[in-house]
């Protein structure tokens, strides 16, 4: 799963105001209209992890495990998609099982909404 590296493409996401959200976490996404300049699809996965979720150990921990998760999971999302995984200070206490659940969950109700825009 490529990385949202700059400011825009992160912005590009959370203007789109299409979000799924969980106890400890918040997925904005958004399914680009075009691909990458090859013109095949890609996931690209960006991290909001702020100074509210604890200090940087914490606040590092807390991304290592969503990229570990988002890896483990990305097959269950559309084949070009954008996703901002948002912590909420909750994520710094929570287990990695609940971090898991709420994840792969999250993913899938990405997929289902995303799924049923196309056919509509």
């Known amino acids: 799963m490529e990385r949202l590296k700059s400011h825009q493409e992160f912005v590009a996401v959370l203007k789109t105001r299409t979000k799924v959200g969980s106890r400890d976490i918040v997925a904005h996404y958004r399914v680009p209209s075009s691909s990458n300049a090859d013109g095949e699809p890609r996931r690209r996965l960006g991290l ?4 509210a979720v604890g200090k940087a150990v914490t606040r590092n921990g807390v ?9 483990r999971y990305e097959d269950q999302l559309p084949e070009s998609c954008d ?5 909420k200070p909750s994520a710094s206490h929570a287990e990695y099982a609940q971090l898991e659940e709420q994840i792969g969950g999250m993913f899938r109700r990405i997929s289902a909404r995303t799924s049923a825009t196309r056919d509509a």
């Open 48 to 51: 909001a992890v702020s100074k």
């Open 63 to 71: 991304k290592r495990r969503f990229r570990q998760l988002a890896a």
């Open 83 to 87: 996703v901002v995984l948002r912590a």
